[in-house]
């Protein structure tokens, strides 16, 4: 890790029985770094060093991913919801003095950001959420295209211990193929061997695959549930909010990622980038062409 992120610091936070890994770098205001399935906190590690210059950059791995705890889950899924999650990563920034923050995610980790947002908006300055859509426009706006594309979301959220059983006999090979698949070459080019060997490493446990699938089931039960309340009571995200997608990436298969967070948000602008689903990885500049400008007009 150190090759991928040098000059940054290792920690680790308790909160609610959970042990939560962060890497801490940079100085500035505080920018949370939020990855997601099935990585880690090393998918940042091309965007790091500018993000580092300008910002305190924090970057977890999420409950059930990298160096964090993997709860025992429950029978509505809470545990692995993305509540839980943005809890966690609350606890984890407050006890790093942090009361108030940016917030960046990707995939997963945009949907803890968002919720975040929702839940405890005097928490978060501003959001971006990287090549994701909400998860109540995911499960009700299925088109053929999307869940051939998608279709994770249903495999991984059947009861245990089907997807486990079916992943467990090659993890890597599922790993390997699952992240060529959503990439716009449909190959391993954009990733670093640093980061391929950090993301096989965690995903190829037992624990972390069953972990995983919790979190899909999460979003099949609590988080869509969660998002059905905040839809139908006209809730939104009030902070300044950056949409990026990938042209190629998985939002694109949907009617128009802007317009779905439009309903969402009070404030929202962006546009899509060239590239797969892994928009920090391939396609770093143009990621931070946007993202560094939206930041500094709303980091504080």
């Known amino acids: 890790m150190s090759k991928l992120f040098p000059g940054t610091q290792e920690y680790r936070h308790r909160h609610a029985g959970v042990e939560i890994f962060a890497r801490i770098g940079g100085s500035g205001p505080p920018l949370l770094l939020i990855h997601g399935f ?70 997963r980790g945009a949907r803890v950001g968002y919720r975040m947002a929702l839940d405890l908006p005097d928490t978060v300055s501003c959001l971006t959420v990287l090549d994701i859509v909400p998860t109540h426009a995911m499960w009700h706006n299925f088109t053929v295209r999307l869940a051939m594309k998608t279709y994770h979301w249903l495999m991984l959220a059947q009861p245990h211990p089907l997807p486990e059983m079916l992943i467990e006999p090659n993890p890597v090979g599922y790993l390997d193929y699952t992240i060529a698949s959503w990439s716009k070459s449909k190959d391993l080019s954009a990733f670093s061997e640093d980061a391929l060997s950090d993301y096989r490493m965690h995903y ?42 990938g042209t190629a990436g998985i939002p694109s298969e949907t009617e128009g990622p802007l317009e779905t967070w439009h309903e969402w ?13 892994f928009i920090a990885e391939e396609n770093p500049q143009a990621t931070l062409d946007t993202l560094i400008p939206f930041l500094e007009r709303h980091a504080h």
Request: with cysteine.
């Open 38 to 107: 099935p990585q880690t906190h090393a998918m940042w590690h091309k965007v790091a060093p500018d993000l580092m210059r300008r910002f305190t950059c924090v970057m977890p791995d999420l409950r059930g991913y990298g160096y964090s705890s993997c709860p025992v889950n429950d029978a509505k899924n809470e545990a692995y919801s993305k509540r839980a999650m943005a809890q966690d990563l609350v606890a984890l920034m407050t006890s790093l003095g942090h009361d108030r923050f940016s917030v960046v995610g990707h995939d």
């Open 204 to 245: 190829a446990t037992p624990e972390h695959i069953h972990a995983t699938c919790n979190d899909y089931r999460a979003g099949a039960t609590y988080d869509l549930a969660a998002d059905v309340v905040d839809h139908a009571a006209g809730r939104k995200i009030t902070c300044p909010t950056l949409a990026l997608w």
């Open 265 to 277: 948000c009070e404030s929202v602008e962006g546009h899509g980038i060239d590239s797969g689903h």
